[in-house]
């Protein structure tokens, strides 16, 4: 069965510091693969999505990039965080069906 | 932009039947209509999906009107565990969810 993993579920990070998170997916290949922001009390934000190796589209722009090294590997970037980066951050998955997403990342910049 | 229209809350009492509409005016020929849920401090769950006719699941059901112009999801029983906030999104082929605001289901034990 497909899974999808996204870590680390929790991160403080200071203002002005990198970020790195990464989203796995196992048990399908060339899934069509997003990352989603939601702020407090807001809803979701599509922030990038990939429909392949190296393939990435962004929907807002912003000081967060994506990259997708691996079929199965999405991963969300930051060289220098802001204050209003803090959100819930989701990896979701798609092939020829329903989206599943992950548990999330809730991030608290600082 | 999300193209469909949600009223804000909704409230059921525990083991009564739930119908939460969806207004879509504008669907194409092509868009199914999903309807996901997120439960607090979780990512979103999908819950139906269908494109004219009505479809049943374990979860729910989904009562698509004729002109496509509207759906209904219904939860047959709502439970404490059914208080989320449901989304009814229009996806065609492989075009990216796009979120609107949802319905922020409230269940009175």
């Known amino acids: 069965s497909q899974t999808i993993h996204q870590w680390p579920a929790t991160l403080v990070q200071p203002v002005g510091s990198p970020l790195s998170l990464e989203c796995t997916v196992e048990g399908t290949s060339n899934p069509n693969l997003y990352w989603y922001r939601q702020a407090a009390g807001r809803g979701l934000q599509l922030l990038f999505y990939?429909?392949?190796?190296?393939?990435i589209s962004s929907e807002v722009p912003q000081n967060l990039s994506a990259s997708r090294p691996q079929d199965r590997q999405f991963i969300l970037s930051s060289k220098k965080l802001l204050l209003s980066d803090s959100g819930f951050y989701l990896c979701?998955?798609?092939?020829?069906?329903?989206?599943?997403f992950g548990q999330g990342t809730r991030l608290t910049v600082v | 932009d999300a193209k469909t229209t949600q009223p804000n809350s909704m409230e059921s009492n525990e083991e009564e039947p739930v119908h939460l509409p969806c207004n879509h005016s504008t669907i194409s020929g092509t868009d199914y209509i999903h309807w996901y849920r997120q439960l607090p401090s979780q990512g979103p769950e999908y819950v139906i999906h269908g494109l004219t006719s009505n479809v049943n699941n374990r979860m729910a059901s989904l009562a698509i009107a004729e002109d496509r112009k509207s759906s209904t999801l219904i939860l047959h029983r709502a439970t404490l565990r059914d208080a989320a906030v449901y989304y009814c999104i229009l996806s065609s082929g492989n075009t990216p969810l796009v979120f609107g605001k949802g319905t922020r289901l409230s269940v009175i034990a």
């Open positions: 990939s429909v392949g190796i190296g393939q």
């Open positions: 979701a998955w798609v092939w020829a069906g329903p989206a599943f």
